[in-house]
């Protein structure tokens, strides 16, 4: 039978971007379809804006630390609206990138959402379009809980652009984006209060680090309110929310930003109409080589229930071009994938929690290293940075290495590289530092420590 296309990508994503492109410069014909915005989540409502407004609300701090070298300021003040503009342009020009990159790789882009009508069939703006195979790329979206006055909240796609800026912010969640966003809107010169319904955030993440920058962010200014669940939010006369506690009290905010979770976003995609297996928490399943049960339906990223990471979701689409049209292996390797969590300090972190290495591995042996970093010696700042290194006692082995401080993950990358080689112990003894940094103290932690 002959189709329209070989693959026809719903989703123009980071997955769906370097998956549709790739497959096309190995000659396949290639669609995309998109009804939102080009680049996904990450490059609009994700990753890149959030990196901007992380540098915004670093400036507060550098102002203030700036007096110890000599410097007077003077009055500051922070425009909202300025940053907020310039973002959204910013965002602008890469969504005209992403569709600069697909028209030289003659990938025809469709504006409109996708639906399955088959296994080899797509309904686009009522117009059908068949392929050999397509491809979900469909990414998440933010999941709010049904609480009473959940009309009031909002989630990270509003955030980057409101109206106006609120003095008063309550966050609701400990992952990733809650976290992050709290050191932003601090930065920024929001009063806020971060809410988790756990013990303590960033679930997940090496124990050790966790508490460390639950120690470090209140230092900034960021109220941590661990154990707390909202019963429900009310609006108040003067448009300030009420956010009612489960222990009987309550906070007034401007803003309430639920950060719980994300789903995949499969509504009104046509599953119905085809033969794919969705997991009991709302994922597609897919094989080692990114197929769905129905053979010619694929699916990658952030809707597989994977590492929701953009480097991941890339590295995916990659890998399922040069399967199908290039004849190579469908082969990721999944270990020792470096992350970074851009709170302030940042959370960068490779390989193994120590939990995880103390589960697979009899001799841990743990290097550790907590210091105020030289700027701050006369910064007038008492934030401290905490590095740590994991190695396997038998072979000498790094298993995990994990940072809590400036400059994390610019550091982390590196050590990533050297993790994904084999790095032993020995090797990071063997490596002359870089003096002065902070960066260097990986490389002269000579004494284990038992605790």
Known sequence: MKYDYDLFVIGAGSGGVRA????????????????????????NVGCVPKKLYVYASEYSRH??????????????????ATLRDNKT???????????????????EVIKGRGKLVDQHT???????????????AVGGWP????????????????????????????????????????GIFNGLGS???????????????????????????????????????VTSIEKQADESLKVNLKDGSFIIADTVLYATGRKPQLDNLGLENVNITV????????????????????????????????????????????????NQPFKLDYSNIATTVFCQPNISTVGMTEEQARADYSNVVKYRSS????????????????????????????????????????????????IKAGATKADFDATIGIHPTAAEEFVTMREPVTD
């Open 20 to 43: 549709s492109r790739m497959a096309s410069s190995f000659g396949a014909k290639v669609a995309v379809c998109e009804d939102l915005y080009m680049g996904g989540t990450c490059v």
């Open 63 to 80: 102002f203030t630390e700036s007096k110890g070298f000599g410097w007077s300021t003077g009055d500051i003040s922070f425009d909202w």
């Open 89 to 107: 342009k910013e965002i602008s020009r890469l969504n005209g990138i992403y569709d600069g990159i697909l028209e030289k790789a003659k990938v």
């Open 122 to 136: 797509v309904e686009v703006n009522g117009q059908k379009y068949t392929a050999e195979r397509i491809l979900l």
């Open 143 to 182: 999941s709010v809980p049904d609480i009473t006055g959940r009309e009031h909240v909002i989630s990270s796609n509003e955030i980057f652009d409101l109206e106006t800026f609120p003095k008063r912010l309550v966050i609701v969640g400990g992952g990733y984006i809650g976290v992050e966003f709290a």
């Open 191 to 229: 009063q806020v209060t971060l809410l988790h319904r756990g013990d303590l955030f960033l679930h997940g993440f090496d124990n050790e680090i966790r508490q460390f920058a639950a120690q470090e962010m209140p230092k900034k200014g960021v109220n941590l309110r661990f154990n707390t669940d």
């Open 279 to 326: 997991t009991d928490k709302g994922y597609i399943q897919v094989n080692e080589q990114f197929q769905t049960s129905e053979p010619s339906i694929y699916a990658l990223g952030d809707a597989t229930g994977g590492m929701e990471l953009t480097p991941v979701a890339l590295e995916e689409g990659m890998t399922l071009a040069r399967g199908l049209y290039d």
């Open 371 to 418: 210091f105020k970093a030289m700027k701050h010696t006369i910064s007038g700042s008492d934030e401290r940075t905490l590095m740590k290194i994991l190695v396997d006692g038998d072979t000498d082995k790094v298993l995990g290495v994990h940072m809590v401080g400036p400059d994390a993950g610019e550091i982390m990358q590196g050590i990533a590289i050297a």
